[in-house]
Structure formats: C-alpha cells, structure tokens
C-alpha cells in the first residue's frame, strides 16, 4: 500500500506488532461508528478494558483519537467517555494532482472531511516540468497554511499525475503533458508519494465515493488520455512495478489509426478526450449537443461507447470485476456511453449472462484523484497508528487500566 | 486462496492465531532448508529455544516433520536432531484434471515430490459429464490407493476442468467439453476444491515450475480454449468471482470472425488449437512442418503469435506483469512463437522500452495444472498448519521445553 510499513508475513508476531495490531483495530473501530465508550470497545473488540484504556491513552495523546463529553446510555453504570476520531487537532493528508488541463490541491482530515480546496486552471502542455512542480508546490504550502490554520498537522502529501511513475518518484512517462524521467522526489516538504491519477482516483472512489457497494470495481478516467485503476477486494492493483491501469493504449484494433504511443488502434484514438471533443469545445458543450439529439455528437459518443465497451469486456474476462465506474469527462457523459459499453459486455463477456456488470458514473467526479490522494495520506495513519505515535510513543509514560 | 482459512484483518491477535502463525513460520523455515536442528530454527526465526520446542513437538506428533539422525556441525555443542518435511507418512495432496482431451491424476507429497501420476487419454467432448466425472473418480481412488500404499494420506484433492466454476464447485461453464451446470461437489471423497486449469497451472509454475525468477506472470494456457492464470507478487489473481483470465475470449478484432462463445474476433479464432491445428495432426507435427519451413504452418503461426502478441500486450498495459508463460500446446511452440509476440509487446506496451518482457515456456508443459492442483492442496496444509492438526492437537498433553 501507499505509505504503507507492514510486517513480513515470515515475521514471529511478538509484542510490537501486537501493539500496532490493536492500536490500529481500536482506531478501525472508532472510525466504524463514533461516539464509543472505552467499555464499548472493549466489547466490540474482545480485548480486555485495560488493554483497551492503554491504547486509547497511547491513541488520545498521540493526538489521533479526542474525547467528547459523555452521552447518555442506556442501562446500568455510569455513561463512559465518548472517543471520536481527532478532526480537531490530529493529522491531516494533503492530497495533490497534477494534471494536463489543471492543478489541484485539497485536505482532508483524519475523518475524511475536505477541510481546503483549491483549483488551478491551466493548460500545462508543453510547460517546463520545473515550472509546474514549482505551482504545485505553492499549492501546497498553501495548502499547508490553511491547514495549520485550522489546528491540523500535514502527515504526508500524496500526488496524482497521469502518468506511469517509479517507485523513487520519478515520473517516468507522462505522454500527454510531454514528460519524460522528471524527477518529483522532491519538490515539496515532508513526506511525498507520487502515483498515477487513475489509481489514485479509483481509491477516491473506494473509500469517498460510493462505487456502488462493490469493492471490485474498474475505474476508468477519461482525460486527453485515458487511465485506469484497478480495485479487487477492497485493494488498489498497482501491478509488479506500479504501472497497471493503461488502458488507453489496449488495442481495439490492431490496424486502426496511428497512436502517440507509436502503435495502432489504441482505445485513446477512439474515445480520448480530443476524439470526443472537437477543438474549442468543452464536455458540458457535448453533453447539451448529445442532448439535443446533434447526430455527429452522439455519433463520435456511440464510436467512443463501442471501443470503450470492447476494451472494457476484455478486462472484465481477464479480472473478473463486477462494477466499472466512467471517471473524468466519461462521468457526465455516463447516459450516452453506458447503453454502448453494455451491450459490448453483454456480447462479448463469458459469464455476463449469470453475472451483470454495473456501471456507474465516478461519485466524486473529477475531484476523485485529488480526494483519493489525500485519503491515501489519512489511510495509511489509520493502517499504521504505531508509525504516527513513533515519535512520541516509546519514551511517553504510560498509564494503564485507566476506567 | 484456495482450501485456505485466514485469521480476519481486523481481529484481535489472541494466543489462538499466534500459535497459527508461528506453527506456519517454523514449518516454512524446515521447507526453506533442510535437516534443521531446534536450534537452528531457533536462531532463523527469533523465536525462543522453547516455544520452538513446543510448536517442532506439535509438528513432529501431528506428522507434518519427522526427526532424522543428527548431522555433524561445525562449532561447539552437542550437534541437535535434524528436522524435515514428514515425505515418509505425512499429508499429501491429490490434484485430478479433467480436459478435452485427457484425464490425468498426480500425488504430491509435503515436499512437493510427485509420488504417484496417471493419465487418460481419450477425447471427452459429447460425452455425458456424469461419465466424465465417474472416470475421474476412478482415477482419484486408484492415486488414493497408491498414496496409501506409499504410507501417505491425502489431505484433499483439488481438480483442474477447462471451465468457470462457482464456488459451491459447480462447473458454471466449460464451452470446449460442451458443459453447463455440471456439479462437481461429491464425486469423489474427502475435501475437494474445483478450480480453473489455467489458474491451477499457474500456481504449478509459481511453485513447482521455474517462471525465470519472476513472481508476477502471466500463465497463457493454449489446449482447444486459450485460459490464463495471473500471478501478481506470488499470488493467483482470481478475480472478484474466481472468474479470472478468461483470455480467449478477448477480441482482437472486434470485427473479426465468429467465436462459439457468440461474438466475433476473439484471441481463439485467431490463436486456439483448432486454429492452429488442421484436424487430425499434432502439436508435433506442426513444430516438425514449421522446423523444415512449411510456409502455410509458418503463416498459421506467424497470425497466432500476432493475435496472442496484441492481446498480451494489452494485459501487460493493465497488469504491468514482466514474464509470459507459454503453457499447453504454446510451451513446445514457442521458438515460433515468441518473435511475433515480442514484437507486439514491443511496439504496444507503454514500458516496454525501460522494462522488458521475458517469454519462457511453461518448465511443467502439459503437467502444470494437475501438478499445479496437488501442490495447492499441499500448500494450503503448510499456510495453515493448524487446521491439518487440529483434530488431535488441543486435547494432546503439550511437552514443553525439551533440548
């Protein structure tokens, strides 16, 4: 996982990781369902009520958990403390995306909430790398300023970009904004993921938007290119080296038109955004024309539909995904593409006839990379509370079996 | 994974799953390298002299490790008894396929030692599925004698079918046997699992193959269907449904000719056996015609090696794996093969340029997925050792920190 430390599965469990184990399942369990009660914990986790008071001590003055005053309960005892997740003054993920027609940056505190937000419109074909990364970088500490503000400390900035990135963030390929090895490990303080945009969005989708209920879904993001993201079990696939999800460059016909990639036939050449968009023209304009019934409109949509269903009926035979969420500029146009991509599926997918596939316009729109990678910053707190406590954790005293 | 029983993520870590987890751990460690003394396992694991008394006692009683005379050791002290995987009257595992054109049955050992293996030739397609299965039958109680014989037991059976199965082991869809809803559940004793054959050749390259090093491949199963078994970071990717891989049916050219399966321009009417084949010759034949230069089996394998190239390629973009196994009728191909495959990945995959693609042939050939299914059965008793002690396990008086 982004972010993510976890212990080899060849690894003797002894008491650091039973210490992070249950840190994270008390965390986990105030996330489910807040306010709760040491004693509710404690009962819904089977570990006793002084294991349960260490850690929410450990948890409280980690600042990851805060107290809230007491709410009646019914039946005997006295009503205990409530525990809520710290929106207040714990940490926060900054999320950034660094895309062709825009910059963005946005916060989210440990709860999820959006607590900043900021958009850069812009055209950044052609631009210096240096340049951009510089804008992204005032977005940022922008970004961190209005965190601070508001009593929030940044654990980590995650960055979405639409492009294939090595494991050193280095942006290796990024075809449509014209980049090639520009180095991102640096540009702005603290700790920094950078990851692809569709991967970045689908957990977006995952874990703030609503993907229909299902926890194995594609995602697919239409921009000048498409990408996508994988989910399988409630987990991104990123691949042996992180580089899943190019699906713009599948082919839906070996001997169709020249791609920029250099081969033929590519999905993007039937249902990117500059073949659905004719220039000057935005999705919103599309969506009116289709719409109104304009015939070459609904015409590029339903050659755009065609493709994207084959490439589409192609992964769902090889994964075996039961929902695709349309993301980018596919989410608007969701209505005019849906029909063709079904009926792709319904003729070309082997198990389609016993096993529907639902397809869902992305829930958070184009907000899904930018959300996605600032909940992946919060995540992985909540999948690691140890690491977040670490350097405050060992030295602290520790009280214990608190009531 | 299959037969596998895992300890939920968001459980409590009690005595119960520790003791899982380190019977799993002191077991992998004899499987890793063998004889080891206590003392060695000791040392390699972290865990003390004692608990690794316990858990070897534990192992050696429930015939999982059996004792062998000690082994001279450099340095001071009495030189400990050796410990390895209990082949002489442990667990071992039956894997059955039933395909097209063959029935084969195999027993693994607890090292993974092919101790019994029989197959059937004989062209099964029309025949009564019940008749299928009763001949499989017969073939699994004669590799149970045969195990018996050896002082082995069969700790379950897992079986290969060319086909979609559910998991209730209902063989959903096998379109090459002609079989719809065929139940798979009983017909033959003790813990079954059914799965996919080219999902179980996978797992047979993975663990008993050699896949050139890598943990994350592709396995193209090419017999009168093409299947594909996807192995991502030493994991089989099953999909949300264990409907996976179903690479045959992905369109090369989605205006292409018809497929059994009712669309049009799928990989197997470009790339199946019967593509490749004229009627009544072989696999031989054809490498004997295309080794002397027969133009028309050349050109038979130069659209194959094109078809199976485009759709490759297109799974490398989504999947980002970096070996392709060539399994069934492709492994003795491949020096036909591999030319027109690589110069597709070549020219359609995004990172080919900084991160090749190795194309080896199956190491198993036509045996992976029978061998592949009785080494799933092995491997679920050493992921989950435990389960296979359980019966006598906590009723047995525990020594405890014996030398």
């Known amino acids: ?46 570990l006793t009520r002084a294991t349960v008071s260490t850690l929410v001590d450990d948890l409280v003055s980690g600042s990851l958990l805060r ?27 900054l999320g950034l995306e660094i895309n062709v027609d825009y910059l963005a940056a946005c916060v989210l505190d440990l709860a999820g909430t959006v607590r900043h937000r900021e958009i850069q419109p812009g055209d950044r074909r052609g631009v210096d790398p240096a340049q951009v990364l510089s804008s992204a970088a005032a977005l940022a500490s922008r970004a961190m300023l209005a965190a601070e503000d508001q009593g929030l400390t940044i654990a980590g900035t995650a960055v979405a970009v ?26 702005t303080p603290g700790p920094l993921t950078v990851e692809n945009e569709a ?66 036939g590519c999905l993007e050449q039937y249902a990117g955004q500059e073949a659905l968009l004719p220039p000057g023209t935005s999705v919103s304009d599309l969506a009116a024309a ?15 539909a065609s493709a994207l269903g084959v490439t589409i009926a192609g992964v769902i035979n090889l994964l075996d995904v039961d929902t695709v969420i349309l993301g980018g500029i596919y989410a608007p146009l969701t209505p005019w593409l849906r029909p063709g991509i079904e009926a792709e599926i319904a003729n070309r997918v082997l198990t389609a006839a016993w096993s529907p596939v639902r397809i869902h316009p992305a829930a958070l729109g184009s907000d899904a990379a930018v959300i996605g990678a600032a909940g992946a910053v919060i995540r992985a707190v909540h999948e690691e509370p140890a690491a977040w406590l670490l ?9 214990s079996g608190k009531p």
Do not use: K
Request: with cysteine.
């Open 1 to 46: 996982m982004i972010f993510g430390i976890s212990v080899a599965a060849d690894a003797p469990v002894r008491q650091a990781s039973l210490r992070q184990h249950n840190l994270r399942l008390v965390l986990a369990q105030v996330a489910s369902l807040s306010p709760q009660s040491r004693a509710d914990i404690a009962a819904a986790t089977g």
């Open 199 to 264: 991967n970045l969005a689908a957990l977006g989708e995952l874990h703030h938007g609503s993907p229909g209920g299902s926890t194995s879904f594609l995602y697919v993001s239409g921009e000048i290119g498409i990408g996508a993201g994988i989910v399988l079990q409630g987990n991104l696939f990123r691949g042996a080296r992180g580089w899943s999800g190019e699906l713009g460059h599948v082919a839906v016909n070996p001997g169709g038109p020249a791609c920029r990639c250099g081969a033929h």
């Open 67 to 93: 107290e809230v005053s007491p709410t009646p309960r019914s039946g005997a005892g006295r009503p205990g403390v409530g525990l809520v997740l710290n929106d207040a003054d714990g940490p926060a993920g």
């Open 290 to 304: 289709a719409d109104s019934g304009s015939e070459p409109d609904l015409g590029r949509l339903s050659t755009a």
């Open 391 to 399: 350097p405050i954790g060992p030295l602290r005293h520790r009280d």
């Open 162 to 187: 639409p492009g294939l990135v090595s494991p050193d963030r280095v942006i290796r390929l990024a075809p449509n904004l014209g980049w090639r090895d520009v180095d991102a490990s640096g540009f």
